[in-house]
């Protein structure tokens, strides 16, 4: 039984992280379209008037996340239909979490320890933070706008959905299963940095840059298979590591992937509009 369940939400986290119809960007403005990033393979913008690190490009920080928390105001059905799918899996995932994390450590083994200790550093600040200060500095010393631009996104969505996600983690203050505290123990709002479980900072990090580079490089068909299945294994890693439970890693995804299309699509809108970011 726990075997069908781990399967369930594997299958859960894939399907989520490719949805085909994102529209959840028309609620931050009616023209906005997480389908925009796509697009543009096929527009030829002036890169160069579109992303640079500046001042506004850090005065950005502050309307986009103003953008995103208000979003929901201009949430069409679809965007609530979806919205509630995603409060659904979590749930369920989340009454489901010490029988996933039980049959995890009891079938962990040498190879899926090799295999996380591979993927974790995608989800770690320290590592990920220095890979995309060089690929801008690719960009700017080879002139690969699209370098620059795909490594200032990038930058935004780690940041910013890391703030969510930190507000979320001090608000709940979950016990991690390594605690060996049942599923279910919340200490609730406080400033202390212990118990920090949900969401998965790791996951959220590894998705926000991964749905960055997918878009960007969406062109090439090798990338987003790749860049998506490293961030799953970085999730899974985190489960298998015995650092959080399935539904911690599953709504750290989730909120790294959204983060990430909404500020793909509100960039997007600004050149379109003639604004630099």
């Given at each position: 039984?726990?075997?069908?369940?781990l399967?369930?939400?594997l299958?859960?986290?894939l399907?989520?992280?490719?949805?085909?119809?994102?529209?959840?960007?028309k609620?931050?403005k009616?023209?906005l379209s997480?389908?925009?990033?796509?697009q543009q393979?096929?527009?030829?913008y002036n890169?160069?008037?579109?992303?640079?690190?500046n001042g506004?490009?850090f005065?950005?920080?502050?309307?986009?996340i103003?953008?995103i928390?208000?979003?929901?105001?201009?949430?069409?059905?679809?965007?609530?239909?979806?919205a509630s799918?995603?409060v659904g899996?979590?749930?369920?995932?989340?009454t489901?979490?010490?029988e996933?994390?039980?049959w995890?450590?009891?079938?962990?083994?040498?190879?899926?320890?090799r295999?996380?200790?591979?993927?974790?550093?995608f989800?770690?600040?320290?590592?990920?933070l220095?890979g995309?200060g060089?690929?801008?500095?690719?960009?700017?010393?080879?002139e690969?706008?699209k370098?620059?631009?795909?490594?200032?996104?990038?930058?935004?969505?780690?940041?910013?959905s890391g703030?969510?996600v930190?507000?979320l983690k001090?608000?709940?203050?979950?016990h991690r299963?390594?605690?060996?505290?049942?599923?279910?123990?919340?200490?609730?709002?406080?400033?202390?940095?212990?118990?920090l479980?949900f969401?998965s900072?790791?996951?959220?990090?590894?998705?926000?840059?991964?749905?960055?580079i997918?878009?960007?490089?969406?062109?090439?068909?090798?990338?987003?298979?790749l860049?998506?299945?490293?961030?799953?294994?970085?999730?899974?890693s985190?489960?298998?590591?015995?650092a959080?439970?399935a539904?911690d890693?599953?709504?750290?995804a989730?909120?790294?992937?959204f983060?990430?299309?909404a500020?793909i699509?509100?960039?997007n809108?600004?050149?379109?509009?003639?604004v630099?970011?």
């Amino acid at each position: 039984m726990p075997g069908i369940i781990l399967r369930s939400w594997l299958v859960a986290l894939l399907l989520m992280v490719t949805i085909a119809g994102t529209s959840f960007a028309k609620s931050l403005k009616p023209e906005l379209s997480f389908n925009s990033p796509y697009q543009q393979t096929r527009t030829e913008y002036n890169y160069s008037k579109e992303l640079k690190l500046n001042g506004d490009y850090f005065e950005g920080y502050i309307s986009d996340i103003k953008n995103i928390l208000i979003s929901p105001s201009g949430w069409e059905r679809l965007d609530w239909i979806k919205a509630s799918l995603i409060v659904g899996i979590t749930a369920g995932l989340y009454t489901q979490d010490q029988e996933i994390q039980n049959w995890v450590q009891e079938n962990r083994s040498s190879v899926s320890d090799r295999v996380s200790e591979f993927a974790k550093p995608f989800g770690d600040g320290r590592y990920t933070l220095p890979g995309l200060g060089a690929l801008y500095l690719y960009g700017h010393l080879f002139e690969d706008e699209k370098a620059q631009r795909s490594a200032l996104l990038s930058l935004k969505s780690f940041v910013i959905s890391g703030l969510f996600v930190q507000a979320l983690k001090f608000t709940g203050h979950r016990h991690r299963p390594s605690s060996a505290d049942p599923y279910n123990t919340w200490d609730g709002p406080s400033f202390s940095t212990s118990n920090l479980s949900f969401p998965s900072g790791h996951s959220s990090s590894a998705f926000a840059i991964a749905t960055v580079i997918a878009s960007e490089y969406g062109d090439k068909a090798f990338v987003p298979p790749l860049v998506y299945g490293i961030a799953t294994l970085t999730a899974l890693s985190r489960v298998n590591d015995n650092a959080h439970w399935a539904s911690d890693v599953f709504f750290g995804a989730v909120i790294g992937y959204f983060t990430a299309k909404a500020i793909i699509a509100l960039n997007n809108n600004k050149i379109n509009n003639g604004v630099r970011s």
